[in-house]
């Protein structure tokens, strides 16, 4: 089994800063891709950042150059920082991750979501 777990949401005004973590484990051999996904009230799950195990990184056209996605292999953990936010920011952010098992196994495991809202 394979769990991810999010954190780093809250409230911040305009124009303010969050890093969000994400902490994977269980029966992990390897991660391959990993990304932030969110989803606001009313719309769809989207892609914010994927990145891979040797750090290639893309972005949504709508918040490139203010968020940055990181990730440590070492400690399987993810990072979005995200710098001058938006009102349009405001979702439940998740974390997925694409594992090689211990067994072998491809799994896609997503976390529980955090909530990042932004208003003044």
């Known amino acids: 089994q394979v769990q991810v777990v999010e954190s780093g949401g809250g409230l911040v005004q305009p124009g303010g800063s969050l890093r969000l973590s994400c902490a994977a484990s269980?029966?992990?051999?390897?991660?391959?891709?990993m990304g932030w996904y969110r989803q606001a009230p009313g719309k769809q799950r989207g892609l914010v950042a994927t990145?891979?195990?040797?750090?290639?990184?893309n972005y949504v056209d709508s918040v490139k150059g203010r968020f940055t996605i990181t990730r440590d292999n070492n400690k399987n953990m993810m990072y979005l920082q995200m710098n001058s936010l938006k009102p349009d920011d405001t979702a439940v952010y998740y974390c997925n991750a694409d594992v090689m098992t211990l067994t072998y196994r491809r799994t896609i495991a997503w976390g529980q979501g955090t909530q990042v809202t932004v208003s003044s």
């Open positions: 269980g029966s992990i051999f390897s991660i391959n891709d």
């Open positions: 990145i891979t195990r040797v750090g290639s990184t």
